[in-house]
């Protein structure tokens, strides 16, 4: 008779954990009977795999990476505490049986991620090894999610933007010519799920011959871009690009000898891969694109990180303090973080705009983030430890949604054949 249940049960809920956590998991079998079981091992792995065939004419030729974190295999030895008095055969009792486990996850991993050419996936195996029988596999995959702080790098919470035009010469006399001029302008460009791209996007036109020309649409877009790197049999490096449009939101139309000024344009980020810095096969890259009709495209590149700016969450707490009437006068106060090894630069401005000393005195929330950062040098292996006073975040599903992670080559009797990885969100 088979048994009932073979599981992996981790203790966190949503299955996901940052990069340097403990993760602490027990395996769960209910036998309906004594069932002769040798061994119960068990398998920790994290790995990058890319895949795919190139075509060149006839000829077809394999390209494939594989990029291993960590594999951690051990014998648990439940088993052997029911050696029967020949000592040769162990018989697992009938009933509940629970083996509890935990390991610490190295710092530098990167986070989970599941795309169309690979993966950076992490799972864990249960093997209830049988004599003269096949083995009892049991897998459950979770989410690991890497360092990836946006406070790292001063630039990405600086407002930037971009220009691009598109400029035509007539060919013939009833041909139109003029240029087409797309500019736009973000706040910042380091964010994290959740978060709110702030855009502006503007319009010009000037077509000096035919009037008539017909009007051209506009429209802003998040853009995910996604290198996989590979080689084939022979050694040869490989590369394959894909892109995926996540976001789209129309601007309107602009006329010929006319310019589109629109308001701020809100877009906010779903359930997204952030980089994956400590990754050699897989890039992961956004663009906020502002498109013109068959025309130009202005294109800024941005970040999506896991820990956000710590800057943007004083100010919503700020925010929140004066909406509801509880606010007592305190000036605003700006961080700068020019690094890693540097140490922080304050600058306190009154409501006049005038600078303050740092001895002055300043906000209980601004004390707390700032001792955090002093504390603790990037990256660190446990979020909390990065920063204290930080809210805890919530997990939301991938916004591309689960993916078959069955492998051909091995038999899985328990587990879940589909996965999708959590990414952190700060913000409601």
């Keep these: 008779m088979k048994l009932e249940k073979f599981a992996i049960e981790l203790d966190n809920s949503e299955n996901a954990y940052f990069a340097g956590q403990e993760v602490s998991e027990r395996i769960v079998i209910d036998a309906p009977e004594p069932k002769k079981i040798n061994e119960i091992l068990l398998e920790l792995k994290g790995r990058c795999r890319t895949s795919w065939t190139k075509h060149s004419g006839k000829a077809r030729s394999f390209c494939s990476s594989s990029e291993p974190y960590f594999l951690e295999q051990l014998n648990t030895m439940y088993t052997h505490k029911f050696t029967q008095e020949d000592g040769k055969d162990r018989v697992l009792p009938a009933g509940h049986h629970e083996i509890p486990f935990s390991y610490t996850l190295p710092k530098s991993l990167p986070s989970s ?3 169309d050419h690979g993966f950076v996936r992490y799972t864990c195996r249960a093997i209830a090894e049988r004599p003269w029988d096949f083995d009892i596999v049991s897998r459950t995959a979770f989410t690991v999610v890497g360092i990836e702080d946006i406070n790292s790098d001063p630039a990405l919470c600086e407002p930037t933007c971009a220009t691009e035009s598109n400029q035509t010469v007539a060919a ?21 799920p959740g978060e709110i791209i702030e855009a502006v996007g503007k319009v010009s036109t000037l077509i000096v011959q035919n009037s008539s020309s017909k009007a051209r649409k506009a429209c802003l877009k998040l853009t995910q871009h996604v290198v996989y790197k590979a080689k084939t049999f022979a050694g040869h490096e490989q590369s394959k690009v894909t892109k995926k449009q996540i976001l789209r939101k129309e601007l309107g139309e602009v006329a010929a000898h ?16 952030p980089r994956l810095g400590r990754c050699k096969s897989i890039l992961v890259a956004y663009t906020v694109d502002l498109e013109v009709e068959s025309t130009v495209t202005s294109s800024i590149p941005i970040t999506l990180g896991t820990i956000p700016l710590l800057s943007d969450l004083l100010t919503h707490s700020k925010q929140s303090v004066v909406k509801n009437g509880s606010g007592n006068g305190n000036p605003m106060h700006k961080i700068s973080m020019p690094g890693d090894d540097a140490i922080v630069q304050v600058t306190i401005t009154d409501e006049d705009g005038q600078t303050r000393d740092e001895d002055d005195e300043m906000s209980n929330e601004l004390d707390a983030f700032l001792s955090a950062r002093k504390r603790v040098r990037m990256p660190s292996s446990i979020l909390s430890e990065l920063y204290p006073t930080m809210p805890s975040p919530y997990y939301r599903e991938s916004f591309f949604g689960k993916v078959d992670i069955s492998d051909e080559k091995e038999s899985i009797q328990f587990g879940e054949s589909e996965f999708a990885p959590k990414y952190p969100f700060y913000t409601d």
Excluded: N
Excluded at 258 to 273: H, Q
């Design 258 to 273: 006319a310019s589109l000024d629109g308001p701020v344009e809100r877009m906010r980020i779903p359930a997204l891969p």
């Design 113 to 115: 991620f599941e795309g």
């Design 172 to 192: 013939l006399c009833w041909k139109a010519s003029g240029s087409v001029q797309a500019e736009l302008s973000l706040t910042k460009s380091g964010y994290t």
